[in-house]
Nanobody, 123 residues
């Protein structure tokens, strides 16, 4: 499975961006998906996860109420809608695919990783 993330860019604080991650391969619709991010000089952190059907989602406290993860299994794509962006949201954002139908915040749950897309939020 290969994951291709896109949609990053430069945005002012308070603005919005939508990231997309498209997967190749047959197992996307049966796999949970997640988004992580890595800010400069920091470790990679969990952002959000969504179950195989989209019926269950999990968010990091830092993005709860501002970000929304969703998926379209017909398009093999998972999205991360980011609203009310803050400078501290600046990071490289990675999508990841799990080997199970449900996943959480641990990197070890994810078997496949995309290349990352840079989000820069200016103050």
């Amino acid at each position: 499975v290969q994951l291709q993330a896109s949609g990053g860019g430069l945005v002012q604080a308070g603005g919005s961006l939508r990231l997309s991650c498209t997967a190749s391969g047959r197992h996307f619709s049966s796999s949970a998906m997640g988004w992580f991010r890595q800010a400069p000089g920091k470790e990679r952190d969990f952002v959000a996860a969504i179950s195989w059907s989209g019926g269950s989602t999990v968010y990091a406290d830092s993005v709860k109420g501002r970000f929304m993860i969703s998926r379209d299994n017909a398009k093999n794509t998972v999205y991360l809608q980011m609203n009310s962006l803050k400078p501290e949201d600046t990071a490289v954002y990675y999508c990841a695919g799990a080997g199970a139908q449900y996943s959480g915040p641990m990197e070890e749950e994810y078997d496949f990783w995309g290349q990352g897309t840079l989000v820069t939020v200016s103050s």
